[in-house]
């Protein structure tokens, strides 16, 4: 197993594509999807023949950056994935933040200590200069991630979805810190 890294309570580790099922069960929630599509699951096909080899790439390509399944350390339960890359068109030190765990792993705390661990790992280990996230407006609990996780709202924007999302009209937000702010601010680290 490629160990990412490792938190208190969670494990994140490479995809593997055995990880069709838990990764396809994961976006088949209709809250899960909520503030992604609307709410409409991925095709198995899609997540086998597209996400996964796509995440799969990330570790031959660049080994510091990608997609990671987070597993519960208790139990070895999947609880969904956290990634870390620069969108085309950035800056290989500015990584985006990402992250989509199964309903029943929310509010436990496990989005912001996973959060919180890559964030660290990006500015210690990874030579990223900032790391942001981004999310709807009305997508509060992510957007209280992103707080806990020490980033700050830099800005609301407005760009155009593939789907129809209800809020989708009050724009979306992007948080972000920077690695003077983590190195000097109050910054929760663990």
Known sequence: MHVYLETERLILRRFTPDDVDVATALDADPAVMRYINGGRPTPRDEIRDVYLPAWIAYYEAVDRYG??????????????????????????????????????????????????????????????????????????ASRTVMEKAGLRLVRVFHEPWPDRIEGEEHGDVEYALTLDEWETGPNPRT
């Not at 208790?74 to 309903?103: C, K, N, S, V």
């Open 67 to 140: 997609f990671w399944a987070a597993i519960e350390k208790r139990t070895g339960r999947f609880l969904g994935w956290f990634h870390l890359r620069p969108r085309e068109g950035d800056p290989d030190e500015e990584p985006e933040l990402g992250y989509r765990l199964i309903a029943s792993a929310w509010g436990l705390g496990y989005a912001t200590e996973g959060s919180r661990a890559v964030i660290r790992k990006a500015f210690e280990e990874l030579g990223a200069r900032r790391v942001y996230a981004t999310t709807m407006v009305v997508n509060v």
